[in-house]
Antibody, heavy 123, light 108 residues
């Protein structure tokens, strides 16, 4: 079964850092674009970052310069390094797979999701 | 900034048809995707590329596109369809991903 499992969430103080990980299994990880999406309690979904199969990265303005997405294809792993964290970053963070095998165009549909890992930024 | 606009809520009785719209300027140029999310669960893809249904998604779910609006239609709504629904697409570059604000579908 295709699966994504996030880890690394927890409580961190404002201004601190946290690194999230996502372990992928049962598909050819290196062939897919990957994403992080977050959801604050009671709020909607917010795209946080994406990385192409070739390693190209994309961010919204709200996290650009603070968050870094990366991948290790030989470990089937996706990461999100989060620095300068703020209270507004408190959310459940989901790892998700881009729709379809990468074809050169960034795949922004998300066909497989993990169960999420919770991040709380508070003093 | 580019946005996708959805109605906050839609209510229907069981067996009726629910339609959830999503509007955005780049939708004529970018595919839309729809997700269903139930409380405490991760989102599930129910429609991809405007109107395609993934395997395992019931036939009562369908999608359509017209100009700057895409629509998720559920024909013969069932109690289990009570959930939040999100549309998703990208800007004209295809590199900035965004979600609509979500629509709470209530099955009366």
């Amino acid at each position: 079964e295709v699966q994504l499992v996030e880890s690394g969430g927890g409580l961190v103080q404002p201004g601190g850092s946290l690194r999230l990980s996502c372990a992928a299994s049962e598909f050819t990880f290196s062939s897919y674009d990957m994403h992080w999406v977050r959801q604050a309690a009671g709020k909607g979904l917010e795209w946080v970052s994406g990385i192409g199969s070739a390693g190209d990265t994309y961010y919204p303005g709200s996290v650009k310069g603070r968050f870094t997405i990366s991948r290790e294809n030989d470990k089937n792993a996706l990461y999100l390094q989060m620095d300068s964290l703020r209270g507004g970053d408190t959310a459940v963070y989901y790892c998700a797979r881009g729709f379809g095998v990468s074809s050169g165009q960034f795949s922004y549909g998300l066909d497989v999701w993990g169960r999420g890992t919770a991040v709380t930024v508070a003093s | 900034s580019y946005e996708l606009t959805q109605p906050p809520s839609v209510s229907v009785s069981p067996g009726q048809t629910a339609r959830i719209t999503c509007s955005g300027d780049a939708l004529p140029k970018r595919y839309a995707y729809w997700y269903q999310q139930k409380p405490g669960q991760a989102p599930v893809l129910v429609i991809h590329k405007d109107s395609e249904r993934p395997s395992g998604i019931p036939e009562r779910f369908s999608g359509s596109s017209s100009g700057t609006t895409v629509t998720l239609t559920i024909i013969g709504v069932q109690a289990e369809d009570d959930a939040d629904y999100y549309c998703q697409s990208a800007d004209s570059s295809g590199h900035y991903v965004l979600f609509g604000g979500g629509t709470k579908l209530t099955v009366l």
